[in-house]
């Protein structure tokens, strides 16, 4: 088996295709960042893209030189996944959402459309976030230069899932098997197994037994 490349996708030179990858109709995979000399992203050449076997980019995706993806991955019709950022197998990522730089993405986790996944952030396997979620890093909104050393992005544990229209602020923890509710706006750690809702998101109640990984 071999990739299939559509003739309007561009592939950038040293872009390293696994066996049976699909990069569909103007997608761009492999392209080096374009930064404003302002930019607090590190500025560099970076290695080739590598994609995983089996994964597919689909229309008007694009996926940055620096990162690696695992294999059987879905990046979804116009979703951006930027530079350095490591994408675990089984990985799907919807429709015009966007993983920018430096995030770790954990294997079977789900990234559905629109939802925003900040800059160093870390989600682990088997994560759920629904549509239109927003992740943030920096509770400084670029003032004052200790913000630089303080930028950071939420964690979010194995088998937690992150309810429609949620806000994840800076830094925050959500706990292993974790439930956000929607519209959540999460401002501190959350503990594992719980469910939170409101804004500031509080403690509802746990979670419920048969909705745990053990019992998938």
Same mark, same amino acid.
């Given at each position: 088996?071999?990739?299939?490349?559509?003739?309007?996708?561009?592939?950038? *030179?040293?872009?390293?295709?696994?066996?049976?990858?699909?990069?569909?109709?103007?997608?761009?995979?492999?392209?080096?960042?374009?930064?404003?000399?302002?930019?607090?992203?590190?500025?560099?050449?970076?290695?080739?893209?590598?994609?995983?076997?089996?994964?597919?980019?689909?229309?008007?995706?694009?996926?940055? *030189?620096?990162?690696?993806?695992?294999?059987?991955?879905?990046?979804?019709?116009?979703?951006?996944?930027?530079?350095?950022?490591?994408?675990?197998?089984?990985?799907?990522?919807?429709?015009?959402?966007?993983?920018?730089?430096?995030?770790?993405?954990?294997?079977?986790?789900?990234?559905?459309?629109?939802?925003?996944?900040?800059?160093?952030?870390?989600?682990?396997?088997?994560?759920?976030? *629904?549509?239109?979620?927003?992740?943030?890093?920096?509770?400084?909104?670029?003032?004052? *230069?200790?913000?630089?050393?303080?930028?950071?992005?939420?964690?979010?544990?194995?088998?937690?899932?992150?309810?429609?229209?949620?806000?994840?602020?800076?830094?925050?923890?959500?706990?292993?098997?974790?439930?956000?509710?929607?519209?959540?706006?999460?401002?501190?750690?959350?503990?594992?197994?719980?469910?939170?809702?409101?804004?500031?998101?509080?403690?509802?109640?746990?979670?419920?037994?048969?909705?745990?990984?053990?019992?998938?």
């Amino acid at each position: 088996m071999t990739a299939g490349v559509a003739p309007t996708a561009v592939v950038y *030179a040293g872009t390293v295709i696994g066996d049976g990858c699909r990069i569909l109709d103007g997608a761009v995979v492999g392209k080096q960042p374009t930064l404003s000399p302002r930019s607090t992203t590190r500025q560099e050449e970076l290695p080739p893209l590598e994609l995983g076997p089996g994964s597919i980019v689909s229309t008007g995706a694009i996926v940055f *030189a620096g990162t690696r993806v695992g294999a059987r991955v879905i990046v979804g019709d116009q979703a951006c996944v930027r530079e350095r950022c490591e994408i675990g197998d089984d990985v799907v990522i919807g429709r015009g959402a966007l993983v920018e730089n430096d995030t770790t993405v954990g294997a079977l986790t789900k990234i559905q459309a629109m939802a925003y996944i900040t800059a160093y952030s870390t989600l682990e396997d088997d994560v759920f976030v *629904a549509p239109c979620v927003i992740t943030t890093n920096d509770n400084f909104m670029g003032r004052t *230069a200790k913000r630089h050393a303080l930028r950071k992005g939420p964690t979010i544990r194995r088998g937690a899932r992150i309810g429609a229209g949620a806000v994840l602020c800076p830094a925050v923890e959500i706990g292993e098997e974790a439930f956000v509710g929607a519209g959540a706006v999460v401002v501190k750690d959350v503990p594992p197994r719980v469910v939170v809702v409101g804004n500031p998101a509080q403690v509802l109640r746990d979670v419920s037994p048969e909705e745990l990984l053990e019992h998938r």
